[in-house]
């Protein structure tokens, strides 16, 4: 009976339960009556929630008496308490402070409205599906006055990162970055692949990119922020229940073009002419084959893919973003390759209402497969592809190893029915592609934890320790069979690179607002950062058998090497920042920096570093308050001052190091020291706008800056007879200034049905360099920096065309008169228009004379435009990128068209060949081994300068998100798919393969960077 009781019981509080529990519906808008999509809804105090779909409509099951909660970003939060009813509609209130983006700043946080310094940011989402091996190559385009330059294909080469143009001549110009407060190590970590070490954090893991540019933004990082800083900041928790996110991106990556060379019929005829202008026998003959060289070294089908899983929620205690990500990537250069695995946890415990506890590390490890890409190297995979015969095969089924080598000259690609070996003695690199090995692997932690202490709430204490921490190790093997290994009889190298920087900050803030009207916030900031690196490295050569190549095995070489180093170094820093606004109308902002660098001298080490900024929100005076197209109008200006200490490792001291004297070891005097050297300062000025038009419908920001930077270090000259170490010493002495434009618009061009958003930025920057030591100029091969002129400027011979009575190259003097080179010596004569037959009166044509500046290799503006359009479940986003301005010298050209018994672009065809048959009037006639007068190679011309304007279309997606009822029914909150290409299209004048793969204005076999083609989809629990 009371069994039977029981069961009744149960059976009615079930049916009382089931009576309870009911299916809401509702539609979610805006107070313009505009539905609005992805609205988060979720009852309270549980894990049940849902999402509204692209028209706003949501439904939910929930019991009577309980409070849902809707929330949205930049709408003020809506509970509601559901009673009787079945449908619910909501309007959600714009949120003004919401509006207000939070924006990371040096040691904290603030509104974007109360910013009186130049930050620019860019969302994690914004880069986070693209395929990448570091996230830094994305933000090109997306950032005012932030310069982005992937050079080359080559996956694991840092890009050149520069903002608001170069601030030292000597020292580094690479940005300072921060990952959740963690100064972090950047540039190759070591190994023997290239390598990145900002490809160690993924980008999925990314909230957002903070750049901070101006004076008063980077003046609380005081010595370390002449070139900018970067701050990174990870995803966390929220409160809420757990959500479950899975991401995977697969595509394929091809090169962006490939260089026109010459095929088999052409090489023989182009190869023969060389010689028979010489009066000598031919080099080619044959037609067997017709290799395509590049397709050879170069993947046409690279594979690509990417996976992420992450688990974020938490409660009002305890909050918790887990992420795991693998990535891998195949290069379109054979055989690089990068995979990655990344691992991240970023929890926070309050453990009262006043403390909280907490931790955010990343654990990545990373392999980089590499090969020889020396841009003049022998066995460098361009260099070599470009000059292989293509009327050979690179394989030999009668030869041992397999391979086409050369049967008088092993260590040379095989001639076949050639009747010469090939030109500059290059080895078959098909051999060395597929032999030799370049690897570097790393294991790495980047993390902190913290404790919070907030005893008031206008009060808030925060410790946190740091570690960035990387080990590297590396592996190099060359086959003694052939290629660069075969003159030492093999060769293997191993290293190990251990690197740890630790820093430990104190942050102290308060923030009050007095009377409604004062608002004030105070910064005090107390530093301490300890980095120790050391590595050491060990080499075998003579190997008794190529089996050893896959380590470093004893006994396995005749010939040993060793060798090692360690460094330290550290600063102590005080800071503190001042932030005043009077009813968000008036804002002063002031910082102030103490630094001390181990690296420098005891009466130098110490320096100080000020900022200050201000601003006039205009808009908040009462003659524009409600105005309707005004919205948003602030004036600002600011200061700084900072320093770069990018400088070497103790630049300062009298150094001896080790040395051999004869088959003696010892030490010998290696560094001249100066005792009054300091860090290099910038000063910078900034003076800005930004608008904001129709209730930000279109907005508009725009700066001036100046970045001065002072007391360069360079190198003074001595004289011989004094025996300093490299006849000079360091000392400060030069000066460098930066000046430019940024402007930057978002529009809301429409935003119903159809929603379609985009943004713009364009950057116009002036270098010139000031002072140099004695004004005297730095002189490289084909640049040059001097007083007055923008830094590398491009320097060297200007060329006038050809002769078109003898086929001679005709340049011009510094004087402006006209000479030739009389092949195939090095003897000039004068060249008249007039009588061109005449070669009597001689002449000459001198480096050191006849060189002029060319013109300037850094680019005079820069750009992108981002466009992001959504109708119903689709959305279709592209970014073009742009520059112009500048001149590259492309040397690859001139490599092209060398006169040795090597394989030739089709830009040579265009040669002289007679009075008759001038040919294209630029290329001179061919005379085989004369590369020094007919391409002056040993110098920069005209002749191979060009314009490096560039249009990009550097990315495309297609998406299409499912719709909420019809994916709910399969428990997902969401389902995405997209369709992605990158680096696709491009609009230039420019003839080389891209006119981004330049260094300091020159481009020398570079390998081509990659065009990607992707797939993907995003999931989400």
């Known amino acids: 009976m009371v069994k039977n009781l029981f069961f009744m019981l149960l059976f009615s509080f079930s049916i009382a339960a089931i009576a309870q529990q009911k299916t809401v519906t509702g539609t979610v808008e805006t107070a313009a009556g505009m539905p609005l999509p992805g609205v988060s809804v979720v009852v309270k105090n549980s894990t049940t929630g849902t999402q509204t779909d692209f028209d706003g409509n949501y439904s939910i099951s929930v019991e009577s008496g309980q409070t849902l909660v809707f929330t949205y970003v930049g709408f003020k939060k809506n509970e509601l308490i559901v009673g009787n009813q079945s449908v619910i509609n909501v309007t959600l209130q714009e949120d003004t402070e919401s509006l207000d983006e939070v924006v990371v700043v040096g040691y904290g946080v603030q509104r974007k409205r109360d910013l009186t310094a130049s930050i620019s940011q860019v969302k994690g989402e914004e880069i986070a599906n693209l395929v990448t091996s570091s996230f830094d190559q994305q933000l090109a385009g997306r950032a005012a006055g932030v310069q982005v330059t992937t050079q080359s294909g080559i996956i694991g080469e840092t890009p050149r990162f520069r903002i608001r143009g170069i601030a030292s001549i000597t020292s580094g110009t690479y940005p300072l970055f921060v990952v959740d407060g963690v100064p972090i190590y950047t540039g190759d970590l070591g190994g023997y692949a290239s390598n990145n070490a900002l490809g160690d954090i993924n980008p999925a893991d990314i909230e957002s990119i903070e750049i901070l540019k101006d004076g008063s933004a980077t ?31 697969t595509g394929f990556a091809r090169p962006v073009n490939k260089f026109d060379l010459l095929g088999a019929s052409d090489f023989v005829t182009i190869s023969n002419e060389k010689r028979s202008n010489r009066g000598q026998s031919d080099w080619a003959a044959g037609l067997d084959f017709n290799t395509d060289w590049q397709d050879l070294v170069l993947n046409n089908n690279a594979f690509q893919q990417d996976h992420n899983l992450s688990f974020s929620g938490g409660t009002e205690f305890l909050k918790y973003y887990l992420s795991i990500g693998y990535t891998e990537q195949e290069s379109i250069a054979k055989p690089n390759e990068f995979k990655r695995f990344t691992y991240r946890a970023n929890l926070e415990q309050k453990i009262k209402d006043w403390v909280s506890v907490g931790v955010n590390a990343g654990l990545t490890q990373s392999e980089y497969f590499g090969l020889n890409t020396g841009t003049n190297s022998l066995s460098g ?16 089924a009668n030869d041992p190893t ?8 092993p260590d040379r690609m095989g001639r076949g029915t050639n009747l010469e070996t090939v030109g500059d003695n290059i080895p078959n690199i098909i051999f060395v592609v597929e032999n030799n090995k370049y690897f570097s692997k790393i294991n790495r932690l980047i993390g902190n934890v913290y404790a919070d202490i907030k005893p008031i709430s206008s009060v808030n204490f925060r410790t946190q320790i740091s570690l960035d921490k990387a080990n590297t190790t590396g592996f190099l093997f060359w086959s003694p069979v052939h290629g660069d290994g075969n003159g030492s009889n093999g060769r293997v190298q191993s290293n190990n690179n251990d690197l740890t920087r630790w820093n430990w900050q104190n942050i102290l803030s308060y923030n009050e607002t007095f009377a409604d009207a004062h608002n004030v916030s105070l910064t005090a900031v107390s530093e301490y950062q300890k980095q120790i690196n050391q590595g050491f490295f060990a080499t075998g050569t003579d190997l008794s058998n190529e089996f050893f190549g896959k380590a470093l095995v004893s006994g396995s070489y005749g010939v040993q090497g060793s060798g090692g180093g360690l460094t330290e170094n550290g600063f102590i820093s005080f800071a503190g920042r001042l932030n005043y606004n009077y009813k968000q109308r008036y804002y002063l902002q002031g910082t102030l920096r103490r630094d001390g660098l181990s690296s420098l001298p005891t009466t130098t080490r110490w320096g100080t570093f000020p900022g200050a900024s201000f601003g006039w929100t205009v808009s908040n005076e009462e003659f524009l308050k409600n105005n309707d197209v005004i919205t948003d109008l602030k004036l600002r200006g600011s200061y700084g001052k900072v320093g770069n200490v990018d400088i070497g490792n103790y630049p300062y001291l009298g150094l001896y190091s080790p040395a051999r004297y004869a088959d003696n070891n010892g030490i010998a005097y ?17 003076g800005g706008i930004d608008l904001g038009l129709f209730q930000n419908r279109f907005t508009l920001t725009a700066d001036y800056f100046i970045n001065k930077t002072e007391d360069l270090i360079l190198q003074v000259e001595t004289p011989q007879s004094y025996g300093i170490p490299g006849n000079s010493y360091n000392t400060n002495i030069g000066n460098i200034e930066n000046s430019g434009l940024e402007f930057s618009a978002t529009a809301r061009l429409l935003d119903k049905a159809f929603r379609w958003e985009v943004s713009g930025n364009v950057s116009f920057v002036d270098n010139e360099v000031i002072t140099l030591v004695n004004g005297a100029d730095r002189i490289g091969t084909n640049t040059i920096v001097r007083e007055g002129e923008p830094i590398n400027s491009i320097y060297g011979i200007r060329y006038y065309g050809v002769n078109p009575q003898n086929g001679n190259p005709v340049y011009y003097k510094a004087d402006g008169s006209l000479v030739q080179g009389l092949l195939p010596g090095a003897s000039y004569a004068v060249f008249d228009p007039n009588n061109p037959a005449d070669v009597s009166q001689s ?29 119903k479940n689709f959305d279709l986003g592209f ?50 081994s004369t590369n020094t007068t007919t391409n002056l190679t040993a110098l920069a011309t005209s002749r191979f300068l060009e314009d490096g304007d560039f249009i990009k279309l550097d990315n495309i997606t297609l998406g299409y998100t499912f719709p909420a009822e019809t994916i709910e029914r399969l428990g997902l909150s969401r389902f995405r798919l997209f369709l992605q290409g990158q680096n696709l299209w491009i609009i230039t004048d420019y003839s080389g393969l891209d006119p981004e793969m330049e260094s300091a204005g020159v481009d020398l076999n570079g390998t081509p960077r990659s065009s990607i083609f992707s797939f993907g989809l995003n999931v989400g629990f």
């Open 381 to 396: 995979n361009i260099f070599n592809a470009t000059r292989q015969h293509p009327n050979v095969s690179p394989y030999d």
């Open 843 to 871: 002449s000459s044509l001198s480096a050191a004379d006849d060189r002029v500046i060319l013109g300037q290799s850094l680019p005079k503006y820069f750009g992108g435009f981002n466009s992001n359009m959504n109708y």
């Open 219 to 249: 003046a609380i990082y005081g010595s370390r922020a002449a070139n900018g800083v970067v701050l990174i900041t990870t995803k966390k928790g929220k409160e809420g229940r757990i959500a479950t996110n899975y991401s995977v991106t």
């Open 670 to 686: 290696s560094q001249f020291g100066n005792n009054n050297l300091r860090w290099e300062t910038s000063i910078k000025y900034d």
């Open 879 to 928: 970014l073009f990128r742009f520059s112009g301005g500048n001149k590259i010298f492309n040397a690859t050209r001139r490599d092209l068209l060398n006169q040795n018994f090597t394989n030739n672009s089709t830009e040579i065809l265009g040669r002289w060949q007679s009075v008759d048959n001038p040919g294209d009037g630029w290329t001179p006639r061919l005379y085989a």
């Open 402 to 409: 397999g391979y086409n080598l050369d049967d008088t000259f």
